[in-house]
């Protein structure tokens, strides 16, 4: 079976066999993807990481459809059942599906309706109707009444049972059913009656209806979760133009028609019997399955791509930084952080409600500021983020040295609370590791996002309805791929980072901290071999991605392999040069042919990446650091007028749109209809987390806390919050729409709205990271009398120029890093 699922696998992939089967044997020898990917393209024909994960994903459900296979074999074996042709019909199943439609009449099951009737001598009957409709039932039945069997009546009903049980067991019948009403049906859903008021955010679905194959992901979800909280009233309609179409299937299959004969009609009411108390049941489970698992896939596939935009996002790089978790009666934590992230002091100051200590708050931040050469303050986005953006602002005008960022602080409670950070940061406050963790985001977000769980990061949509199983699976995989696709510096990285190296777990990273803390920095890779448990097999995988920066050979700050360094070798030779002076010389390394270095171990894909690395050793594939800036005197939802342009930065990204932090503690939504003039069909397309965008405000909900947004500038508002050419934008059905505002909504194939697939924010799963909250808009500005003073207090630190003016709420630019 194994060459049959390579066989498979290579077809899907439309790659040769022989790539399939070594990237496999890699796989089970306990190669890693990244590892593959990077260090083995000549055996897997230069696979890439995307096909070998879907290779390996294939390869794990091509597996478990053999090992069911076998069972099912075993099982009718077992039972005396198993022919030729049977085994011939598992053998030839493609699909899980497929396997359990052609096992259903032989799967143990409870003592049915059928087998009592069968038990009871019925069966002949049943197959003498079915054959010969010229037979009278009620005469045929008489000759069966006895023992068990009251009347002609009785000897009916259960040839009936046994003909229903025939009917819904047909495999390519059931298939044919199956894929029939997967084509045609729809999905219908009703508001529960009282309902309306308690589930206003699944207002969109309280007169709905789709065909099953247009729903996309969030739709499906948002129904889905509508009906476990019983807003909602389900159901599956198969096809409203034909409603005998699969009457009629299930009769030409078993030559069941009406030509007058005695037995027609009793025939006919047992298919009509069949079809709707049985087979409608049994596709209606398996198309809500079906519609179940497409729309998680699509969710799971969501939340790995932004959470890989998210952890790939630009570092603001090795620069001493403040991070400002803010908060209003609690304070706001304050830790500064030097350029390699270690935290060098905490505060905690009051600057909002109800103490108002605004000055003091802005001399101790200057003062830090000033004390540890502090270049960029990152502020968290939670309650109070742009109160105490304001505060920064502040400082950033009486010390034009700074550079105010607003970062997400999503899962910086997560971090806070858990036993790594305990580790990490003994004795310190919980509330303060926040502000440390908001701080190390900014400089490295990769670095410091790897410490939380992925689930708690907030990029996904629906969450948690999904696989807890199939969703760690997946961002596990994104997290991996992204830090080996990076590189770690080996004498920096702290343990999280280290477990997600190819070929590293949990106790390999530990005992690598401990031997780095035990005997200083690593000077060379070959010195890893000296940390416990750390084998030529684990050596192998990792070593290509541990950088050791200004070690002892400069090939161990490259991702030059150390089993490729003879290579590198053969190359001075040739070259007559030395290995300082060939790394970055692009005009030697552009003269050399990767073909005279190819070998028996190293092929022409490996030597060309070697040259590659050699020009640019140690390059950061992540893009470069830039902010946006927040609009002045937009700070709250009610300062969003329709028309107004913003700059901003995407905080998510789901299939129906992308969400904007504008800064005003409601992210805006960009419906897909909203951001081109073309037709979009991935809203990745088009933007991802981390983007910083120029929008224009369609549309302002204050209530429902909703806000329009489009990347079309040139849109015309009109009076209701809608863009001109919206008109032309159909609603569901096609149906023009004029009862909402939103952000240009298309017809049948786009809806969303402002996240009105369940308004609880789940696209974005702010819920998840748990330290959000709401965004208070109130709290002591510090603009007025009292900024006078503040600027005094500041000179009298010694931390402004005597000559700065000490206005009352000036704010300097304000943003996102990424």
Known sequence: MTTTIQQRIAEELGVRESQVTAAVDLLDGGATVPFIARYRKEATGTLDDAQLRTLEERLRYLRELEERRAAILDSIRSQGKLDEALEAQIMAAD?????????????????TKAQIAREAGLEPLADGLLADPSLDPAGTAAAYVGEGVADAAAALEGARAILVERFGEDADLIGDLRERMWGRGRLVAQVREGKEEAGAKFSDYFDFSEPFTKLPSHRILAMFRGEKEEILTLTL??????????????????GVSDQGRPA??????????????????HLGIDLRTRLWQAAEEEAVRVFATNLRDLLLAAPAGTRATMGLDPGLRTGVKVAVVDATGKVVATETIYPHEPKRQWDQSLAVLGRLAAEHGVELIAIGNGTASRETDKLAGELVKLMPGLTKIVVSEAGASVYSASAYASQELPGMDVSLRGAVSIARRLQDPLAELVKIDPKSIGVG?????????????????????????VGVDVNTASAPLLTRVSGIGSGLAENIVAHRDTNGPFRSRSALKEVPRLGPKAFEQCAGFLRIPGGDDPLDASSVHPEAYPVVRRMLQVTQGELGTLIGNTAVLRSIRPADFVDDTFGLPTVTDILKELEKPGRDPRPAFKTATFKEGVEKIADLTSGMILEGVVTNVAAFGAFVDVGVHQDGLVHVSAMSNNFVKDPRDVVKPGDVVRVKVLDVDIPRKRISLTLRLEDEVTAGGRPE?????GGRDGRPRQDRGGAGRGGGQNRGGQNR?????????????????????????????????MAEALRRAGLADPGASGGGSSRGSSGRGR
């Open 264 to 281: 027609d009609k009793w025939l006919a009411d047992t298919v009509r019997w069949a079809w709707r108390t049985r087979i409608l049941v």
């Open 461 to 485: 949509q629906y969450q948690h309805d999904l696989s807890e199983i199939k969703l760690s699976r997946s961002l596990d995989a994104v997290v991996e791929d992204c830090v080996n696709g």
């Open 725 to 729: 050419r919206d008109g032309a934008q």
């Open 237 to 254: 309609d198969p096809e409203a133009d034909e409603p005998n179409g699969y009457e009629l299937r299930i009769a030409g299959r078993f």
């Open 757 to 789: 697939d369940a308004q609880n924010r789940d696209a974005q799963n702010r819920d998840n990271a748990g330290n959000r909250g709401g965004r208070g808009a109130g709290g002591g500005s510090g603009s007025g009398s009292g900024g006078g003073a």
């Open 95 to 111: 699909s899980k599906a497929r396997l359990e439609d052609i096992y259903l009449p032989f799967k143990p099951k409870r003592r």
